[in-house]
């Protein structure tokens, strides 16, 4: 018994340590240091793949030096995600890392590991890498509608349309996916479109906000994305119900309108016209008091907007985020309307139609 144990460890030692040579393509002795102590090989790759997929790789391996837990992975060309989706199957640790595939990529990019200690997050100080392997990739014949996603899955699960100016609209949505690049995200024909935010996590859902500038005349946008589990195209439609007269992207972030406030101006000059007969007609002086308090209240309505000065060149964003999309740029110093402030944001009213966000290190100091 004891014997059978030995001889199956000393089996499996060299099985792994060919698998590992063999995906490195060469024995050197850098080699052979590094897989003293790492056992790894390929488990599974995807028979074949889509030009612009984000696709499984799958690993199995076994470390050998217990203070030593687990594989950090770095890659040199882009990818989805470094975080693997672990697993273990007898003896061996199964980490399956998501890939994207670009420029019709024929090959797996080359791999590398080190092993790394979980709790005290230190590591090995030699690496091993997995060679690439080959891959079966093919290029999608899309209709004219494509959106250049490729998912397991895709949904648009809000949306909103303003008006941009008077032959346009701002479409802007809201977008899950599951492994996906939402970066190669294109519509054609749209002169203005792009990424407003996206965020990755580590199970492989991509949440993003996109927006275009439309045909004032369009009723219906509609565009197709490829889903890997259907293997075949899918079909979209998001209405367009123009909400707002300004390029307002968030909810409560229309500006207090002029009618608004003309309407406000109304109903308390009313009042105070009450409030002045009764107090001359009655002689209820006790009703002076409320009277100053809405005189005041008029007053307040009367003064003119605050404004500040925003430096030429400044970028004007939809959205109050870093990174976002710009969508104008002053061409010299002006004055604008302000409408709100958030964090390192504020919301300026360009013209009748138009608002915007624009960073506060953009604002012309005294």
């Known amino acids: 018994m004891i014997r059978f144990f030995i001889s199956f460890i000393f089996f499996t030692a060299i099985s792994f340590a060919q698998s590992a040579l063999v995906a490195t393509g060469s024995i050197n002795d850098n080699n052979i240091s590094n897989t003293k102590i790492i056992y790894w090989s390929y488990d599974s790759i995807p028979k074949r793949i889509i030009n612009g997929q984000v696709y499984p790789v799958s690993i199995k391996y076994i470390i050998t030096n217990p203070q030593f837990t687990s594989l950090r992975y770095t890659l040199n060309q882009t990818h989805t995600t470094l975080t693997p989706i672990r697993s273990k199957s007898g003896i061996y640790h199964i ?197 100053l308090i809405v005189g005041a209240y008029i007053a307040y309505l009367l003064l003119p907007p605050d404004t500040v000065c925003i430096k030429g060149g400044s970028k004007i964003q939809i959205l109050p985020i870093t990174q976002g999309i710009v969508f104008e740029q002053t061409k010299t110093n002006h004055n604008f309307k302000v409408l709100d402030k958030r964090n390192k944001y504020t919301r300026i009213e360009l013209n009748k139609n138009k608002v915007g966000w624009v960073k506060n290190e953009d604002i012309c100091k005294n």
């Open 95 to 291: 980490d399956t890392l998501y890939l994207y595939n670009s420029n019709n990529t024929q090959y797996t990019p080359p791999i590398t590991a080190t092993a790394v200690n979980s709790d005290t997050n230190s590591s090995y100080p030699l690496t091993v890498q997995l060679q690439p392997k080959r891959l079966n990739v093919i290029t999608l014949n899309p209709p004219k509608n494509f959106s250049g996603v490729i998912a397991d899955n895709f949904k648009v699960t809000n949306y909103k349309t303003t008006t941009y100016d008077n032959q346009s609209n701002i479409l802007l949505f809201f977008a899950k996916a599951l492994h996906s690049n939402l970066k190669t995200m294109h519509f054609k024909n749209i002169a203005k479109q792009g990424l407003e935010s996206l965020d990755e996590n580590r199970s492989g859902e991509s949440t993003a906000i996109y927006y275009l500038i439309i045909n004032k005349n369009l009723e219906n946008f509609k565009f197709t994305y490829f889903n890997l589990d259907n293997q075949n195209y899918q079909k979209i439609s998001i209405p367009i119900k123009v909400v707002s007269d300004t390029v307002s992207t968030q909810t409560n972030l229309s500006p207090v309108t002029d009618q608004h406030t003309v309407i406000k101006l109304a109903i308390a000059t009313a009042v105070l016209l009450i409030l002045i007969l009764i107090i001359i007609f009655r002689r209820k002086l006790s009703y002076m008091l409320l009277a």
